[in-house]
């Protein structure tokens, strides 16, 4: 991550396109578009690259999320499973839908703990929604097991893990639906933008017509296309899919450095006993986006923090602080902060998450570190801030 770093002529090439046929909609003006369909195109890269029979661009990885919520059927009192230890879209997608999010604990891979996810089943439950975050993936042969013995649908928020592969299979392809976003900061970018895939072919039929207000998309005269069903606007533009198509043929050599970078620090930092690192549940298909340490206590993981400060050392979190990916923080949801009136069952089930108690996730991301891949680094440049960085741990041990 992120693929900004990386920009280069396909991108620009892709771009120029668009610009000089000026349609930059993704439907309709077939004539003026001299025969580009950029959204169309990338799509068709992402379900042969990803071996997926569906491939629906979205505006954003948050709206992916809403479009696989919705095809799903998921509403108005249904409860969704996901992980305390996330970005907020997580939430924000099911309370759009009106549904209940229902956050249980993470375990040392970073994501949802199987045994949590078990527990908090109900009559109510529609989905297990696992985020494989930070480059890595949780354990989907587990969850794929409760989902199939419970009838739930698993929706996989693939967004930080994009290239990952979990026993042979692409990461996000597993489930019954699962995404990744072109945002800025991701692996691969569009500036703006995701994706909803499945193999599923009512899902792929609802998708494409949801994310633009219900039009069936039959013919070529769009005014007189019919409106199966209701729909919204969660369209990408020709201009986002175009920057889009030309970073995914980068995509192997993209995750080809990630892994190298990745390998090299790894490599540096094992050389702290005291360190451990998080587990990985196929190591083979880590994406390597992040590499993801535990410190023994949480004081020695802040003392690592100031340490790496100090060294001016930049590309890292610790989540524990922070104000986007854990439950901690997020006094926005657990204070039912609004705009429109939510219902009472949903104001009291999210108000009921400041009572709810999650020692195992506090332990681990209190005590977690989570280092940023970069795509620009040189080989010596990874293995000086290898150097760097072990110098730092081992100052506060
Ligand atoms: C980035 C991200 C999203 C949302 O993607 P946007 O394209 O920014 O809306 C959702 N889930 C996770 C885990 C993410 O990292």
């Not at 169309?40 to 042969?48: N, R």
């Not at 794929?144 to 042979?168: N, P, S």
């Amino acid at each position: 991550m992120p693929g900004f770093e990386l920009f280069g002529d396909l991108e620009r090439k892709e771009l120029n396109d668009v610009l000089e046929n000026g349609v930059l909609m993704r439907y309709g003006f077939d004539g003026m578009r001299n025969g580009h369909w950029k959204a169309k195109e990338l799509e068709s890269a992402i379900e042969s690259r990803f071996d997926i029979k569906h491939a629906q661009l979205t505006s954003s990885g948050t709206t992916a999320l809403n479009v696989a919520l919705a095809v799903m059927g998921i509403g108005a009192g249904d409860e969704v499973i996901m992980p305390t230890f996330t970005f907020v879209a997580s939430f924000e997608s099911i309370l759009a839908a009106g549904a209940i999010p229902v956050l249980v604990e993470i375990d040392d891979t970073l994501t949802l703990d199987p045994t949590a996810v078990e527990k908090a089943i109900t009559p109510k439950t529609k989905a297990v929604m696992p985020v494989h975050m930070c480059g890595s993936m949780a354990d989907l042969d587990a969850l794929k097991d409760i989902c199939d013995r419970h009838d739930l649908y698993l929706l996989e928020d693939a967004c930080q893990a994009f290239g990952a592969t979990y026993k042979g299979k692409k990461v996000g392809t597993i489930g019954d639906a699962g995404t990744f976003s072109f945002d800025f900061v991701k692996t691969i970018t569009c500036g703006e933008g995701g994706v909803m895939m499945t193999n599923n072919d009512d899902f792929a039929v609802w998708a494409d017509q949801y994310t633009d207000h219900g039009h069936d998309h039959i013919g070529s005269d769009r005014g007189a296309e019919t409106h199966p069903i209701l729909g919204y606007n969660f369209r990408i533009s020709e201009l986002h899919a175009a920057v889009g198509l030309g970073q995914i043929k980068r995509m192997d050599e993209f995750i080809a450095i990630q892994r190298r970078n990745h390998s090299i620090l790894k490599g540096a930092l094992s050389e702290i006993p005291e360190l451990s690192f998080r587990r990985v549940p196929d190591p083979e298909g880590d994406s390597c986006g992040f590499l993801n340490f535990f410190m023994p206590t949480a004081e020695l993981a802040s003392k690592v923090v100031q340490a790496f400060k100090d060294r001016g050392i930049d590309s890292f979190w610790n989540y524990y602080e922070n104000n986007w990916h854990y439950v901690r923080r997020w006094d926005h949801l657990k204070n039912a902060k609004s705009l429109f009136p939510i219902s009472e069952e949903v104001r009291s089930r999210i108000e009921g998450i400041k009572d709810q108690k999650f020692p195992q996730s506090d332990d681990l991301i209190s005590r977690n570190i989570s280092c940023l891949i970069k795509l620009s680094w040189e080989e010596q440049q990874v293995r000086d801030l290898g150097k760097k960085m072990t110098e730092a741990i081992r100052s506060v041990l």
